[in-house]
């Protein structure tokens, strides 16, 4: 490829350098020069509508936006001057006057573009008369609200849904003074298209969409008084990194790094956004012991940890270490995971460990114990798509996003087996198989590619299979020369190994042999599996029959941990560690004790293909008293008799 | 050399803004001996027969027929007119009513509100009548100064008029401006 040739303009009287085909305001920046922008975002394409940009070049008469406009060699740029300045003034003036800007009641005022700009350029009054027309506003929605008073159509929000999610919920409608955002065709929010992932609400330079937590003054004070920190999301095994809000430890907002440097561009989903900053229920900031009479007492660290001691070595010898379990959350770190394993195997090596998630391992086992996968920014390169009980709305919303880009930018083709998905409408087939058609319908693929991967004749008939619709599927399986399967949690969780093992040798199939690695991507269910699993926290077999009493390790709110905490029998003794009281662990729990969330902890986690991972420093500090999980094993364990005898 | 004598009025607004000049403490007696207050909330003139002044200081919007009035009579008076607040720069908190009638808005104030028994609406010949739609000084007389902020900082009324007594009349400057 040939080099891009540096060509040498003027820009404010200095000579620059820079590569030929940038935009005026890109070869300013390059080099220094400030250059007001409202509807440009770095993260998206040039728009050039609201021509905050203009500047003046070659002395001409006309100014242009700086944003659109690709520099020249010899061209003479001036970014400021008294007519310049004038022309941004009354660009300002208009965009005040046209709608209903009143900052003094605006939830982000302080943290807002267009008032940033209109101080910087002293507008201190309108010299037009503000228009006086009432615009909707939506609140429709759970996470944003969309006030058309505020908003200035720099068309950011139309563009980051479209360029960056994919998605295309928002659009124009209506012309002029009338234009309004508009959610899918002339919708609200509320019961829409729309994903709640906030990349528009991150992009809005305006109040005009904002959300509904924490946006209070008493709360969020001054921007001046706010700290950003980089971090990334361990809710899924994608890791995106985050810029987190945070003013005097307490979370104010969660965003997106962007421009992106990831396939991602930079978005975040409604998870990674949005659950962080909801108000989850009571913290946990102290042990609680359950007293005689069933109610929740407050404890004293000594005294909780000496119960939860005493409890399970109460059932160590009535039942035999055997009847211990320890369960862990496969949202914890690397370093509580292996902590936690080693608490276990020192002091109750005969019990049960398991990660709350391990029958998805288990399936996955039963399919091959190592399953190699390709790292998920290949989905962009597939030229097929073959999703197979994949609910990515719910645990990897980012997974459906690219699915959507995949279709839009590449023209990749997608089929859907299973459960009803967001990519429906969008994807080339779906059949809805349910669980007991799973098989039957891999089954029949497979027949239908190559008789050899389908080891265990298919038994009983499918509707659907034989039809033409289901000839045109198998064509383009066969046509395509990139096919990537995804196996989603759907399928790990009903257990069916089979099919499983049926696509991981489909996909090795169409990856022409072992010399390249099957095109394959498992989604797991919560964001630190690939790593709970390769440590061997998660139980190879089930064994939950005569368990008696344990501890369970559980990171998130309540209902965070996607796989539900099963019931294990009747227990006679059960110590939760957890951030947040739970109903659901309240129930059989005898102790609760009170771990940092995810956000106050350092940790190490894996990225899902198992293709590396990354260290996350904490956001927040936790509350006074609340230790590590590993301060808190380590206390445990030294309770804990590690030479037990026999049971008496 | 006679002290420049200024004159202040409150219209459509909260007060807040001459709250947020008495904020200033100590520095207003730098004002005050500077210039001469003839005219302001606190002398509660009815007959607004203004003496003639340097310079008319209007808090709050234009919402009524009195408020138009006075707004004409002081621009009269006074050689130079200094806006403060987002009321009466850019008609503020009270615009919220343009989008609404106001036989509409009335009926709603006076006679509808859940607490309200046998109500009427106010009007009398001595009561002055709403206009149809609120607007900032600046569509009424023309205006020399504009110190928005809701309410204006102390530091961004004191610059104001540090700048106009020594015969300045300027933007308010980035580092001072403020609308919230």
Redesign the interface.
Do not use: K, W
């Given at each position: 490829m040939d080099a891009i040739a540096n060509i040498s303009l003027k820009i404010d009287g200095i000579e620059v350098m820079v590569p030929d085909g940038l935009t005026i305001l890109e070869a300013a920046r390059q080099n220094g020069i400030h250059i007001p922008t409202l509807c440009h975002h770095p993260a998206l394409s040039a728009w050039g509508g609201c021509r905050l940009c203009v500047v003046e070049v070659d002395g001409a008469p006309r100014l242009v936006a700086g944003c659109v406009t690709p520099v020249r060699k010899g061209m003479d740029v001036v970014t400021s001057n008294d007519r310049i300045i004038e022309a941004r003034r009354t660009i300002l003036e208009f965009l005040f006057a046209e709608r209903n800007h009143y900052c003094m009641f605006c939830a982000v005022s302080g943290d807002c573009e267009l008032q940033d700009l209109a101080y910087e350029y002293q507008m201190d009054h309108l010299t037009v008369p503000p228009l006086q027309q009432e615009f909707p506003v939506d609140p429709s929605q759970d996470d944003m609200v969309m006030d058309h008073n505020r908003c200035v159509l720099c068309g950011r929000c139309v563009r980051a849904c479209r360029e960056l999610v994919g998605d295309s919920v928002l659009d124009f409608q209506n012309r002029g003074g009338q234009s309004l955002v508009t959610v899918d065709v002339s919708g609200q929010l509320g019961g829409s298209t729309c994903v709640s992932c906030g990349a528009c609400l991150q992009v809005c330079p305006t109040g005009a969409i904002f959300d509904r937590y924490r946006t209070h003054y008493a709360v969020k004070g001054k921007s001046k008084d706010w700290v950003s920190k980089e971090s990334f999301c361990p809710q899924c095994g994608l890791l995106c990194p985050t810029v987190s809000v945070v003013r005097r430890n307490s979370l104010l907002r969660i965003e997106g790094e962007m421009p992106g440097r990831e396939p991602d561009r930079g978005q975040l989903c409604h998870k990674g956004r949005f659950d962080p900053v909801k108000t989850t229920g009571p913290r946990l900031t102290e042990p609680l012991v359950r007293g005689d009479d069933g109610t929740w007492q407050k404890s004293t660290w000594t005294a909780a940890l000496d119960r939860i001691a005493g409890g399970l070595e109460d059932v160590r010898k009535n039942n035999g270490a055997q009847a211990l379990f320890a369960l862990i959350s496969s949202c914890c770190s690397n370093e509580e995971l292996t902590r936690f394993q080693q608490f276990i195997t020192t002091c109750w090596p005969e019990g049960y460990l398991d990660t709350l998630d391990g029958r998805h391992f288990r399936t996955l086992l039963g399919a091959g114990s190592l399953i190699p996968e390709v790292p998920w920014a290949t989905m962009l390169e597939a030229d097929f798509i073959l999703q197979v009980g994949v609910i990515s709305s719910q645990s990897h919303p980012i997974i459906t996003s690219l699915t959507r880009r995949a279709i839009l930018e590449n023209k990749t083709k997608v089929a859907i087996i299973g459960p009803e998905n967001p990519i429906g409408p969008w994807a080339s087939f779906h059949l809805p198989a349910s669980h007991e058609e799973l098989l039957l319908t891999v089954n029949a693929i497979c027949i239908k590619i190559n008789p050899d991967l389908a080891t265990d004749p298919a038994k009983g008939t499918l509707s659907h299979v034989g039809t033409k619709g289901f000839a045109d599927f198998i064509k383009l399986i066969e046509d395509s020369e990139k096919t990537l399967i995804i196996i989603g949690e759907a399928l790990t969780e009903i257990g069916d190994s089979a099919v499983i093992k049926r696509l991981v040798d489909l996909a090795q199939f169409k990856s022409h042999g072992a010399s390249q690695a099957p095109r394959l991507i498992i989604l797991k269910p919560a964001g630190n599996s690939a790593a709970a699993w390769s440590l061997g926290v998660a139980a190879r077999q089930s064994a939950r029959n005569q368990l008696k009493g344990g501890l369970i390790c559980a990171t998130g709110e309540d209902g965070w941990d996607p796989v539900l905490i099963g019931t294990p029998g009747n227990l006679d003794f059960l110590a939760v560690l957890t951030p947040y009281f739970s109903e659901t662990l309240a129930r059989q729990a005898s102790v609760l004790l009170p771990i940092p969330t995810w956000m106050e902890v350092d940790g190490t986690y894996a990225f899902a293909d198992g293709s590396g991972s990354r260290f996350k420093r904490r956001v927040l500090t936790p509350p006074p008293g609340v230790g590590s999980v590993e301060e808190t094993l380590t206390a445990l364990s030294g309770r804990i008799s590690t030479n037990p005898g026999q049971p008496d | 050399m006679e002290k420049p004598k200024v004159a202040t009025v409150w219209l459509e607004g909260c007060s807040g803004c001459h709250m947020s000049f008495l904020d200033l403490d100590e520095g207003l007696a730098d004002i005050l001996a500077a210039v001469d207050l003839t005219v302001t909330p606190i002398t509660d003139f009815k007959d607004y027969d203004f003496p003639e002044a340097t310079l008319g200081i209007i808090e709050g919007a234009v919402g009524n027929t009195e408020q138009l009035e006075i707004l004409h009579k002081l621009r009269k008076k006074c050689q130079l007119l200094m806006?403060w607040g987002?009321c009466a720069?850019?008609?503020?908190?009270n615009?919220l009513r343009?989008?609404i009638s106001t036989e509409a808005l009335l009926t709603r104030g006076f006679i509808q509100t859940e607490s309200t028994v046998d109500g009427v609406l106010p009007v009398h010949q001595e009561l002055p009548a709403l206009l149809p739609?609120v607007l900032?000084v600046?569509?009424v007389v023309p205006?020399e100064i504009?110190?928005?902020g809701?309410p204006p900082s102390p530091e961004a009324i004191a610059h104001a008029l540090q700048e106009v007594l020594q015969g300045r009349i300027q933007?308010?400057?980035?580092g001072i401006?403020?609308?919230?």
């Open positions: - | 806006a987002d720069v850019f008609g503020g908190v615009t343009n989008h739609q900032a600046n569509e205006i504009y110190v928005p809701c933007r308010m400057p980035s401006l403020h609308f919230d």
